[in-house]
């Protein structure tokens, strides 16, 4: 099969939501393909919508979308989410930091070291550094709520008061 056919059989399969039929021609996309990032990417969403999810599976589906480009955020991003998931917090982070390196201002990295760091390491000042970076490039909830719980543990109440203020009369969203 051309690559236009089964990128076509690709999205009609993830238009209706056919995880099964998605999974069976994103492999035969890698086979035919396995340099190109398309069959990995649809192979991960279908994986991903599993009930019970095959992390290794998509680990390594990952690993490969990283090894065809190396910059290639998103898929370190779900990496990082994936390792997350798998309690491998360590990796998650080492994850993240590389998504950094490759570009300071990415929000879910800066939200996911910030977090590590109030919740893990307890570093309460270097966590609001990473969400106030966050909220500077993305104000999402996640990350405006983050700022706030670090105040709060820093001892720093009016200013989170103002946060939970501001975000009262606002709409963000994920």
């Known amino acids: 099969m051309d690559k236009s056919t089964i ?3 690709l999205e009609l399969a993830h238009y209706n939501k056919d995880f099964d039929q998605l999974e069976s021609i994103a492999k035969d996309a890698m086979q035919e393909f396995p340099e190109e990032t398309f069959g990995y990417n649809y192979l991960v969403e279908a994986l991903m919508e599993k009930e019970v999810v095959p992390y290794k599976a998509v680990e ?3 690993i490969k979308l990283i090894q065809i480009d190396e910059d290639n955020l998103e898929a370190m991003i779900k990496l990082a989410e994936v390792k997350e998931a798998q ?3 360590e990796a998650a982070l080492a994850t993240y930091k590389a998504v950094l390196q490759k570009n300071t201002m990415q929000p879910d990295a800066l939200n996911a070291v910030g977090e590590y760091k109030l919740y893990v390491e307890g570093a309460h000042e270097d966590a609001l550094t990473f969400f106030d970076m966050a909220v500077g490039v ?9 700022k706030a719980i670090a105040l709060v ?5 009016a200013e989170a008061l103002e946060i939970v203020r501001y975000v009262s009369t606002k709409s963000y969203s994920e």
């Open 7 to 9: 990128i076509s059989n």
């Open 60 to 62: 390594l589906c990952l």
């Open 87 to 89: 309690g491998d917090s």
């Open 138 to 146: 993305a104000p999402t909830d996640r990350s405006i709520v983050n």
């Open 153 to 157: 543990e820093m001892k720093r109440y």
